[in-house]
T-cell receptor, first 117, second 112 residues
Framework: GAVVSQHPSRVICKSGTSVKIECRSL??????MFWYRQFPKQSLMLMAT?????????EQGVEKDKFLINHASLTLSTLTVTSAHPEDSSFYIC?????????????FGSGTQLSVL | SQKIEQNSEALNIQEGKTATLTCNYT??????LQWYRQDPGRGPVFLLL?????KEKRKERLKVTFDTTLKQSLFHITASQPADSATYLC???????????FGTGTRLKVLA
C-alpha cells in the first residue's frame, strides 16, 4: 500500500528557531500534498495545499511567511516553521494525494509533534 | 458559514454492538465524502469513500450512508471490537476546489 513518511516525529525547540518538517511519499507520486495542524482533541485544520512545482495555496489566517512550504518534487514536500513561538506548538500532519491509480483517498504521514519552549 | 459536525465527543458501546457515528454538514456541495480512523499521536488512515450519487457503501464490518438531502452521512461498525476504539473523522471533498475538509471527529470506545 501507499506509504507517506513524515520526519521528525517529535521536535522540541527554543523560541525563535526554525523547524523543518519533511513529508515523503515512498512508493507513489503525489502532485498534491496537504499540510494540516491539529490541536489536542480537535480536528485537522487545513493550513495549505502544496502542488509540485508551484507555490502553495494557504488557507485564510495562515501566515505564508511563517509557514514556508516547498514541494520541489513529486515525492517530497517540506514545511518550515520560521521563528517558532510557543503558540506554534501543535501536531502537524502532512497528507498526499496520489497522482493516479489509487483514487481520491489521502495518505497521511504519522505526524510531527512540535513543542516550542 | 461552512460547517462539518460529528456527533458527541465520545461514544462508548459494548463489544459486539453496532456503533453508529454521524457526520452533518452545512453550506457544502461535496463531490464525495470519506471516513478516516485516527489513533492517538498518529495520522488518519482512510477507511471508506462514498460519492454524492451513492446511497450506501460497505466494506467488511463497515457501512457508510450518504444523504445529500439531509446533508448527512452515517458510519456504522457492526460487531464492534475493542480494537475499533479510535477517533473517526469524516472528510468532505468539495466539488470545484477538491479540498479535503475534516469534521471534528468522534472518539469511539468499545468496551470489552
Amino acid at each position: 500500500g501507499a506509504v507517506v513518511s513524515q520526519h521528525p516525529s517529535r521536535v522540541i525547540c527554543k523560541s525563535g528557531t526554525s523547524v523543518k518538517i519533511e513529508c515523503r511519499s515512498l512508493d507513489f507520486q503525489a502532485t498534491t500534498m496537504f499540510w494540516y495542524r491539529q490541536f489536542p482533541k480537535q480536528s485537522l485544520m487545513l493550513m495549505a495545499t502544496s502542488n509540485e512545482g508551484s507555490k502553495a495555496t494557504y488557507e485564510q489566517g495562515v501566515e505564508k511567511d511563517k509557514f514556508l512550504i516547498n514541494h520541489a518534487s513529486l515525492t517530497l514536500s517540506t514545511l518550515t516553521v520560521t521563528s517558532a513561538h510557543p503558540e506554534d506548538s501543535s501536531f502537524y500532519i502532512c497528507s498526499a494525494r496520489p497522482w493516479k491509480g489509487l483514487g481520491e483517498k489521502l495518505f497521511f504521514g504519522s505526524g510531527t509533534q512540535l513543542s516550542v519552549l | 458559514s461552512q460547517k462539518i459536525e460529528q456527533n458527541s465527543e465520545a461514544l462508548n458501546i459494548q463489544e459486539g454492538k453496532t456503533a453508529t457515528l454521524t457526520c452533518n454538514y452545512t453550506n457544502y456541495s461535496p463531490a464525495y465524502l470519506q471516513w478516516y480512523r485516527q489513533d492517538p499521536g498518529r495520522g488518519p488512515v482512510f477507511l471508506l469513500l462514498i460519492r454524492e450519487n451513492e446511497k450506501e457503501k460497505r466494506k467488511e464490518r463497515l457501512k457508510v450512508t450518504f444523504d445529500t438531502t439531509l446533508k448527512q452521512s452515517l458510519f456504522h461498525i457492526t460487531a464492534s471490537q475493542p480494537a475499533d476504539s479510535a477517533t473517526y473523522l469524516c472528510a468532505l471533498v468539495s466539488s470545484g476546489t477538491y479540498k479535503y475538509i475534516f469534521g471534528t471527529g468522534t472518539r469511539l470506545k468499545v468496551l470489552a
